[in-house]
C-alpha cells in the first residue's frame, strides 16, 4: 500500500455518496476501457486446472464424500478377520496339494489308431495259434501214421534168414573183408 | 450427491444472488455449478485483471488462480456477505500476492510484468505528454482508449484497484472496503485522489471519451 492509500479521508471526499462522484469527470471517460471477452475454451482449461490442482475429478476431494469416521472403522472391523479367513482357505488349499500324493493318470479313451493296431495284432496271434494247432494236429496224424505202418511191418511174418547173413541183416566181418573196395 | 441442509439465511442469500445460489451448489460437490459459477465470472475477472496488470495473459492467469481459491475454499463458504464481495476479495489477494511476488523479484534484479505504474511510468508523464500533444483534431478512440489505459496504469495499486472495482464491478464503497481489507473512509480517500491524478492525465480528452 502506498502512502497515499492509507492516509486520512479528504474532506471533499467525504461528501460524494458514491464512487461514480468521487470520480467525477474520469468516471465517464473510464467507459473507452474495454471488457475483455473470453474464448469459450478458457472455461474448460480453467476447470481442468482446477481439477488437476485439486488432484481429481471435481468432487472427489470433497470429505463429505469419503465414509466417515465412524465407518471407516467399521470397515477395517469386518475387513481384518475376512482377509485371516480367505487367508487360511488359500493357505489349506497350497499345503493340501503339496502333501497329496499324485494320482495315477486315468485314461479315460483309447485313441483310435492305437485301438486298431491292437485289434489287428490280436487278430493276428490268433490266427498263428490256429496254424500252431492245425500243424500240431497234421504232426500227430504223421506220427499215428507212422506207428501203423511200423506195427503193420510188426505184423507181417517174417522171411527165413541165411546162415551167412545176420539177423540183424547187416553182412559179417568176413564177408565185410572179402567184398572188394 | 445430496445437497447440504440449508439454512434459511443461505435460503435467502441463495434467492436474492444467482452466484450465491450457484456457489452454495458448489459448496455441495456441485461440479457443473463450479462450470456455470467460471462461465459467469471469467469475463468479469479478467476485465478487472486486465486493467489492472496491463497484461491479458497475466490477467487471464490470475482469474483461474482465483477460481482455484475458490474451489479450495468452498467447503468453508457461508453466505454471511455477498458472492461478489467474497470473490472480489479473493481477486484482490490474488493481485496483492503477484504484486508482493514482483516486487520480491525487483529486489533480487528480476524483471518484472506488472502494471505500468510499477514499471516508472508516473501520471505526471503522462500528463506532461497529453498536454504537450493536445490533440487539433478530434482524437479517435481507440487514442483516447490508449490514453485512458495509461493513465489507470499510473494510479497506485489500491488506488486502481478501488477505481477498476468501483467502475466495471459497481461495487459501492462499503462493497470495496470490505474486498479490500479497508475503512470505507480510506477507500473514500482512494477514490478521491484517484480522480485528481486521473484529472490531470485525462484533462486534454475530457468531454471525448464518451463519444
Known sequence: MTGADSSLPD????????PAEALGPAWEMLDVLPRAETPPSMTASTIAMVAASAAGPLGSSDPR???AAGQRISMIHWALPAAAVIGALVGGLILGR???PTPEPRVWTVPSDRADVRSEIMERIERLERLEERDKTQQRERIE??????QQRRDQPREPVSPSQPENGRPSPAENRAAPR | MLPMKRSSAEMTAAAADPSTALMLRVRDGDAEAFEELVSLWQDRLVTLFRHHMGDHSTAEDLAQEVFLRVYRARESYRPTAKFTTWIHTIANNV?????QRSYRRREHGLP????????????EQIAVAASGQRPSRQAD???IQDVVQRAIAGLGDNQRMAVLL???EQCSYEEIAEAMQLSVPAVKSLLFRARDQLRAALEPYAGEGST
Open chain 1, 11 to 18: 474532506p471533499d471526499a467525504d461528501a460524494a455518496r458514491s
Open chain 1, 65 to 67: 464424500n469419503r465414509p
Open chain 1, 98 to 100: 503339496m502333501t497329496a
Open chain 1, 145 to 150: 501214421q507212422w506207428r501203423r505202418r511200423e
Open chain 2, 95 to 99: 493481485a496483492s500476492d503477484l504484486r
Open chain 2, 112 to 123: 518484472m510484468s506488472v502494471s505500468a505504474s510499477s514499471s516508472g511510468i508516473g501520471l
Open chain 2, 141 to 143: 478512440r481507440g487514442e
Open chain 2, 166 to 168: 468501483a467502475k466495471f
